[in-house]
């Protein structure tokens, strides 16, 4: 054989390798697997996100650890274990499958592939943050109109159960529920100049596979929930898919996500609107002046006097019964014990409203409402101020039920802290009156974790 004919031999065995080559890439890409760089990267960086010495950041949110590579910026890392890997990994590809033959585009399910005990991802451009999320369904709902009437064709065939839950975050309380976003992303694309609405489909793991047609939650009326902009659009798609449908109850679940958005965030940003908060001044350190100050110390001291002749007026808001005639000289202790207390309340609110890291960064309206609703620990703040009446001489008083108690030093614990948080919720109702702050959610349906939340 001539030099040149072995040559072209081995040019031709080349190409036609490269050929099966893309041929097998594209195979897997249209099986939603992922090709590229390799497994053995994947590998490498799933080693370094195991090792009990990792230093890799996670995620926020949900159960399932998520490790973000830094050094693999275009997937993520889910440690799932073995045996729930493959089961997520199977049921990403049933859900593909049933994407594929209803012919949708705006659902997006990542690529995957199965490494050990984790599942790499590609890393969808998404937000998990429920303001985020909030804000750009507000803002521009027609641009989901394809998406959410392709998760209704895909709800006629499958039910995905943890779309809503019960969280330990005050946003629940507004309807009993919060949407996990954290599941099921919103983002916006450009395509062909056009700016098109998707949804992520990023955690499959509580499907089932048909459709929920009954009880207080359907799988309709759940959508009607979370996109109640478009519940007449998710009725008429049922229907023509012709599926069972109660209209009651998807116009009672979009109420309810209404209500959800109006009251978790459009209010609280047309009110930062009228306060003319943007973002150049969103982080500025939030600080009461000392006439303010002033202001609610007096107020702490009637409220003392007042809790102290056990007024029948001081509505609790959990209903506890505070203790009564535990000044022995109502006007001189409460002046002694409200100057005290007053400092502490008001330095830790102020303390866990810390925006600062944010300075220098160009804040969306959606940031700047997170960034302007934190949540607080509720013991953490009365900590001190409880402390302080802990050290007052009468503090006995304030015991006096110890008899019927066998954990005594529990319940002494107990009676303070219940005064104490009772001043930081009024001292809270007084700058929601001054206009300080928006809103406050003191947290007393958190299921005992006392997580508080201040929008201001």
């Known amino acids: 054989m001539s030099i040149q004919t072995e040559y072209k031999t081995i040019g031709y065995y080349s190409e036609a390798a490269t050929t099966i080559q893309k041929c097998f890439r594209g195979h897997l890409a249209r099986k939603g697997y992922l090709s590229t760089p390799?497994?053995?990267?994947?590998?490498?960086?799933?080693?370094?996100?195991?090792?009990?010495?990792?230093?890799?950041?996670r995620a926020q949110g949900g159960k399932t650890r998520v490790y973000l590579p830094i050094d693999m910026p275009e997937v993520v890392l889910k440690k799932s274990g073995r045996a729930h890997a493959i089961t997520r990994f199977h049921q990403m590809q049933d859900v593909r499958s049933t994407l594929s033959a209803q012919n949708s585009s705006h659902l997006t399910i990542p690529k995957a592939v199965l490494c050990g005990d984790f599942l790499v991802e590609a890393r969808l451009p998404i937000n998990i943050d429920r303001f985020h999320n909030m804000g750009i369904y507000i803002a521009e709902p027609h641009l989901f109109d394809e998406a959410v009437r392709e998760m209704t064709r895909l709800f006629s065939k499958v039910y995905l159960s943890d779309l809503l839950s019960y969280q330990n975050h005050p946003i629940n309380n507004i309807v009993g529920d919060t949407v996990r976003y954290d599941n099921l992303p919103l983002y916006i694309e450009?395509?062909?100049?056009?700016?098109?609405?998707?949804i992520g489909l990023i955690d499959l793991e509580h499907m089932q596979n048909s459709p929920r047609l009954d009880g207080y939650r359907d799988?309709?009326?759940?959508?009607?929930?979370?996109?109640?902009?478009?519940?007449?659009?998710?009725?008429?798609?049922?229907?023509?898919?012709?599926?069972?449908?109660?209209?009651?109850?998807?116009?009672?679940?979009?109420?309810?996500?209404?209500?959800?958005?109006?009251?978790?965030?459009?209010?609280?940003?047309?009110?930062?609107?009228?306060?003319?908060?943007?973002?150049?001044?969103?982080?500025?350190?939030?600080?009461l002046n000392s006439d303010r100050r002033t202001s609610i110390k007096n107020a702490i001291k009637n409220q003392?006097?007042?809790?102290?002749?056990?007024?029948?007026r001081i509505l609790d808001p959990s209903n506890r019964n505070l203790p009564t005639d535990f000044l022995k000289e109502p006007a001189l202790n409460a002046e002694e014990l409200a100057a005290g207390i007053s400092l502490e309340l008001l330095g830790n609110i102020e303390a866990s409203i810390s925006p600062n890291n944010l300075k220098g960064h160009a804040l969306s309206e959606s940031e700047i409402v997170a960034l302007r609703a934190p949540i607080f620990f509720r013991r953490e703040i009365c900590k001190k101020a409880a402390q302080i009446l802990k050290k007052y001489p009468n503090y006995n008083e304030l015991t006096?039920?110890?008899?019927?108690?066998?954990?005594?030093?529990t319940f002494r614990e107990d009676r303070v802290y219940e005064i104490a948080d009772h001043l930081l919720y009024f001292v809270l109702e007084e700058l929601v009156k001054g206009g300080e702050l928006f809103s406050f959610d003191h947290g007393f349906n958190t299921d005992g974790h006392q997580f508080g939340w201040l929008r201001y």
């Open 219 to 287: 799988g309709f009326s759940t959508l009607a929930r979370i996109f109640p902009y478009h519940a007449e659009l998710i009725q008429e798609e049922a229907l023509k898919l012709q599926m069972p449908v109660s209209k009651g109850l998807i116009e009672n679940k979009a109420y309810e996500g209404k209500k959800y958005l109006q009251e978790g965030y459009i209010c609280h940003r047309d009110w930062l609107l009228k306060k003319g908060i943007t973002s150049k001044n969103a982080t500025e350190i939030f600080e």
């Open 190 to 198: 450009e395509q062909d100049g056009k700016r098109v609405g998707k």
């Open 304 to 312: 003392l006097m007042k809790i102290n002749e056990g007024n029948q």
């Open 38 to 57: 390799s497994y053995s990267a994947y590998s490498k960086q799933v080693q370094k996100a195991a090792s009990p010495e990792t230093d890799m950041e």
């Open 400 to 409: 006096r039920y110890k008899a019927i108690w066998s954990d005594y030093d």
